[in-house]
């Protein structure tokens, strides 16, 4: 089955503890980014990667890392995590950069006290 | 700048009414696509429908419709008879040729069915 998943889904955590979202595609998608979802924001676009090694900002990189080491995975890093990062996360593929239907994982809800 | 405006943060109707989402979108991309997508009480991000800006047809989807009109920017989307099952948060997108095709979203509307 074409898939997107996360792990994990759900996580609280504190203060600048280091934490890391996983994500993987099989659908061999070029294309992959992170979107956060917050109330009346809609998504916004963290990070996204072209291909492997990748690897671009996107309107809200501030505090966040990523890599695109193999084609399938591209974890999100949250190396000091803060309060203003709670939120709801969306790993998403496409099959190239270009107008497409994005795929989407299940989603991250992700709480920093 | 593109954007997109969803003006309808939330819309309640009861069950059987026909119902409108509105979306308006600005752009300076001569190309672009629109995008709608559902997210149901369950949190998933599911694809509706994408369109192109050559081609302003409307279109039909069983209960669901889509009006298209270059004129005023708008691509709203109807649901016909809704159902309970309808419930859930609806996003309008915009990817423009000229903007790398980075999708740019909607704040949403909270569709509500009751029953």
């Known amino acids: 089955e074409a898939q997107v998943t996360q792990n994990p889904r759900y996580l609280i955590t504190v203060t600048g503890k280091k934490l890391t979202v996983t994500c993987s595609q099989n659908?061999?998608?070029?294309?992959m980014s992170w979107y956060r979802q917050d109330p009346g924001l809609g998504l916004r676009q963290i990070y996204y990667s072209m291909n492997v090694e990748v690897t671009d900002k996107g309107d809200v990189p501030e505090g966040y890392k990523v890599s695109r080491k193999e084609k399938r995975n591209f974890p999100l890093i949250l190396e000091s995590p803060s309060p203003n990062q709670t939120s709801l996360y969306f790993c998403?593929?496409?099959?190239?950069?270009?107008?497409?239907?994005?795929?989407f994982g299940p989603g991250t809800r992700l709480t920093v006290t | 700048a593109q954007k997109v405006t969803q003006a309808q943060t939330e819309i309640s109707v009861v069950e059987k009414e026909d119902v409108t989402l509105d979306c308006v979108y600005e752009t300076r991309d001569t190309t672009y696509y629109l995008f709608w997508y559902k997210q149901p009480p369950s949190g998933e991000l599911v694809f509706l429908i994408r369109r192109n800006s050559f081609d302003e047809q409307n279109e039909i989807s069983g209960r669901y419709s889509w009006n298209f009109q270059k004129s005023t920017s708008s691509f709203n989307f109807t649901i016909t008879a809704s159902q309970v099952v309808d419930s859930a948060v609806y996003f309008c997108a915009l990817s423009g040729g000229d903007s790398n095709y980075q999708l740019i979203w909607g704040a949403g509307t909270k569709l509500i069915i009751k029953p």
């Open positions: 659908m061999n998608h070029e294309y």
């Open positions: 998403a593929s496409t099959v190239s950069r270009g107008p497409y239907e994005q795929y």
